[in-house]
């Protein structure tokens, strides 16, 4: 099977557009691993490959979520290693791209199973979140499974009903879970390509990057999703940007503010994203301060490699 070429990264460090570039040079096609990239009418916000780069190249794991629909590392892995199947089986070279650090290695290492979840359960949480909020829920969670919580940011409320569910379905936080058998032993073989930039310059690029979609419309997109019924504790709504644009949007704080948050928590998350990426095995850094560049050390490197064809 011919191997796949996955790029890694914080957000902001221009992922996707290195990927649209080298599968262009190596006839290759691109693969979603964002988690919130899935979702259905999150566009501006989640950074999401426009119509025209669709065109230039295909992409597959867009749009194909609701906003209220949830989704696993294990479920998008699936999604993933069939997509990657079907690039591989017309003879093209499957380009992986994502920041979210255990979707990647859910998909690159497989992700052992979980026990099953009680139903009732499942539906007395969701209830007591709608009647009581996301605030006691995650007292709750910084009991039961403290590394859990410290990893999870406070307004995700997809991940912190899971990690209570599996806690109070099993007896076991999910931190111990992951800890006794985190990772399946089917590997999938990948050139795992990693890019880096100064924390100065990426936060710089984080803040113009946000700007920039707020003057593009990213306040309408989150209008346009509150009209259409989505609710605002959907799993959808836990994107970055996409919560405190909607508490904006119904006026609960003004523009700026929310812009601000929004740049914070882009901030936040990008350091654990390096963070995470960091301790990974196998990644090969390329430095992403002048994009060009990127591109030709990227090639090169893909076509030294030891076989001569990175598709091999």
Do not use: C
Request: proline share 7%; net charge positive; hydrophobic share 40%.
């Amino acid at each position: 099977m011919r191997s796949t070429v996955a790029i890694l990264g914080a957000t902001a460090t221009g992922k996707s557009a290195l990927a649209l570039r080298l599968a262009e040079h190596l006839d290759g096609e691109i693969v979603n691993a964002d988690a919130l990239q899935v979702y259905r009418g999150l566009d501006i916000g989640t950074g999401k490959p426009t119509a025209a780069d669709r065109a230039r190249v295909p992409h597959h794991l867009l749009d194909i979520l609701d906003p209220d629909q949830p989704l696993s590392a294990g479920e998008l892995a699936r999604h993933a290693r069939a997509a990657i199947a079907g690039i591989q089986s017309r003879g093209k070279l499957p380009l992986v791209v994502g920041g979210s650090g255990l979707y990647v290695r859910a998909l690159f290492s497989g992700i052992s199973p979980m026990p099953k979840i009680e139903p009732r359960l499942r539906a007395w949480l969701t209830k007591s979140h709608a009647r009581h909020g996301l605030p006691p829920l995650r007292r709750w969670l910084r009991v039961l499974d403290p590394p859990t919580a410290a990893r999870t940011t406070e307004g995700d409320t997809q991940r912190t009903l899971r990690a209570l569910e599996l806690a109070l379905s099993s007896g076991r936080p999910q931190s111990w879970w992951i800890a006794q058998s985190p990772f399946a032993k089917d590997a999938l073989p990948a050139v795992h390509i990693g890019l880096t930039l100064p924390r100065t310059v990426l936060y710089h690029r984080i803040a113009e990057r946000v700007s920039a979609m707020v003057a593009v419309g990213w306040v309408r997109e989150v209008e346009g999703l509150l009209q259409a019924g989505w609710d605002p504790g959907s799993p959808a709504f836990q994107a970055i940007g996409y919560r405190q644009l909607a508490e904006h949007v119904r006026g609960e704080i003004g523009l700026d503010q929310a812009v601000e948050e929004t740049i914070r928590a882009t901030r936040r998350f990008a350091k654990r994203q390096a963070t995470w990426f960091r301790r990974e095995p196998d990644v090969v850094w390329f430095e992403a301060d002048d994009p060009d560049a990127t591109v030709s050390r990227v090639l090169d490197f893909l076509k030294n490699r030891r076989s001569g064809d990175p598709r091999e």
